[in-house]
């Protein structure tokens, strides 16, 4: 019962860090296209992936989509489809694949595995939705796939990748510390190469990020 409480206490405070992520993610003045934006929340919910299974971030993700979609959105269900969709695509696939091989090569694996299904998903789904909710004639999206849509998903996805390589062994130190998880929910312990190469992809994702946007 004790362990079942810990359980729901940590996906409550996960899915409220993602949602406050989320909203910190719409102060970035980055997006393409006037409505494609660099959410960063699928990080935070590949995390709680990492710590709880693939379901367990399914969960979070249609919460914080639900919360999005009533308080700050404005692309309502078609809105609430496509962030669901997305960040299952990336973090449930991640979890998965983690949770089958709980080493650091395993999670870069999910990572990838997450990053480029998420990228495949989000063409087809762009090129079906996209016309629908944004008004946008199919023709045009279409011509958009290649050139827009794909280098956003993949920038996107490397973004969120990065920032859970970085950020995934400090909460789960903070979390065994606070006695909320076991010990050998992490992974092995971090070495410094793993530590630098986050910081430069995330680096080169962000500066990819301005590029496509036009801001440099």
């Known amino acids: 019962m004790r362990t079942n409480t810990k359980k729901w206490t940590m996906l409550a405070m996960l899915s409220a860090a993602a949602y406050a992520v989320m909203l910190l993610s719409k102060q970035i003045p980055i997006n393409v296209l006037g409505f494609l934006t660099f959410d960063l929340k699928d990080a935070v919910i590949c995390i709680a992936g990492f710590l709880f299974g693939a379901v367990p971030a399914a969960v979070i993700s249609v919460i914080v989509s639900i919360l999005e979609m009533v308080t700050v959105s404005a692309t309502g269900l078609w809105g609430l489809l496509m962030n669901v969709l997305s960040t299952c695509a990336f973090a449930c696939t991640a979890a998965f694949i983690y949770h089958r091989q709980r080493t650091m090569k395993g999670a870069v694996l999910g990572l990838l595995s997450g990053a480029l299904l998420m990228t495949a998903t989000m063409l ?11 008004g946008y004639p199919r023709q045009a999206v279409a011509e958009l796939l290649l050139p827009i849509f794909l280098p956003f998903n993949l920038i996107k996805a490397g973004i969120n990748a990065a920032l859970t390589m970085l950020l995934y062994k400090p909460i789960v130190t903070a979390l065994r510390k606070a006695n909320l998880i076991a010990p050998s929910d992490s992974v092995s312990s971090r070495k410094y190469g793993t530590l630098a190469v986050s910081i430069v992809l995330l680096i080169t994702f962000a500066l990819l990020a301005l590029v496509l946007a036009g801001v440099i």
């Open 124 to 134: 087809l789904w762009n090129f079906l939705i996209t016309p629908i909710y944004m």
